[in-house]
């Protein structure tokens, strides 16, 4: 198992660093405590150039979580103890997770409407909706959004289109 790294640091710094260096290989994290899951799990994560590609929480060799769901659970936890492997080649993309930005988005920034300032609209969306909102300044690109929530291209752009339908965002 030569290039095995050992790294001890809460998930969200851990992926922030693979990112910029666009890293692909295998973050794994054993005998972890998840509160509200009964017993130690496995944590495995595939990453593919500073994206993830996959989460799982794996007990007694069956994924319990996966996902955003795993993901998010992952994100409360204090620093673990990973092990990361380096894939000789990164993985290919999983069928469908290969989408790039919304048509007619390349080279543009998606910045709010002034519909994303009223509240009740605020609360009718789900989390990941208002989180996706909250980026989208005119600064950002899509790439950059995509990197800075750790979601897929494909995942980034089902957010961005339902945003873009609903008046809450516009490209620049």
């Known amino acids: ?11 969200s710094t851990l992926i922030t660093i ?12 054993d005998s972890v405590h998840i509160p509200g899951i009964r017993g130690n799990v496995l944590v495995s994560l595939v990453i593919a150039d500073g994206a993830i590609q996959s989460c799982h929480i794996i007990q007694k060799q069956q994924k319990i979580l996966e996902g955003e769901q795993a993901y998010s659970a ?24 290969d989408l790039v930005a919304p048509s007619g988005s390349a080279n543009r920034n998606p910045r709010q409407t002034v519909g994303a300032l009223d509240g ?45 339908q609903w008046g809450l965002i516009q490209f620049r």
């Open 1 to 11: 198992m030569e290039n095995v790294r050992t790294y001890f640091l809460d998930m």
């Open 18 to 29: 693979l990112a910029r260096q666009k890293r692909s290989g295998m973050l794994q994290a």
């Open 74 to 97: 992952l994100l409360a936890l204090p620093a673990l103890e990973w092990r990361w492997q380096p894939l000789a080649s990164p993985p290919a993309p999983s069928p469908g997770r």
């Open 120 to 164: 009740s609209v605020l609360q009718q969306l789900s989390r990941n909706h208002r989180r996706v909102l909250s980026l989208c300044d005119g600064t950002r690109s899509f790439d950059k959004i995509a990197t800075m929530l750790f979601m897929s291209p494909r995942d980034l752009s089902i957010y961005i289109r339902d945003l873009e």
